[in-house]
């Protein structure tokens, strides 16, 4: 019974194991997109524009933070 040398070092899948928000290494980490909100003159919120990049964040952050999950298909 052969087995496959699978899954070598440094080939492992893009998302990270931390958090890129705050460094925690919670087991709840989802691949999302912040949300920058930008204002205008009056401080005020007047639109918002996505991240161009992918971030692994923790729930924690997930909930603290504006951001777009990003769906597992690439
Ligand atoms: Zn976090």
């Known amino acids: 019974m052969a087995a496959s040398a699978a899954g070598s070092p440094g080939t492992v899948a893009a ?3 931390r958090c ?3 460094g925690d290494d919670g087991p709840d980490l989802a691949t999302v997109q912040r949300i920058y909100v ?3 003159e009056q401080h005020q919120p007047a639109d918002h524009r996505l991240a161009d990049e992918f971030e692994t964040w923790c729930a924690v952050c997930r909930v603290t933070y504006p951001h777009q999950e990003v769906s597992g298909e690439d």
Do not use: K, L
Request: a negative charge; glycine letters at 0%.
């Open 15 to 17: 998302m990270s194991d």
């Open 20 to 22: 890129d928000s705050c």
């Open 38 to 40: 930008v204002f205008d």
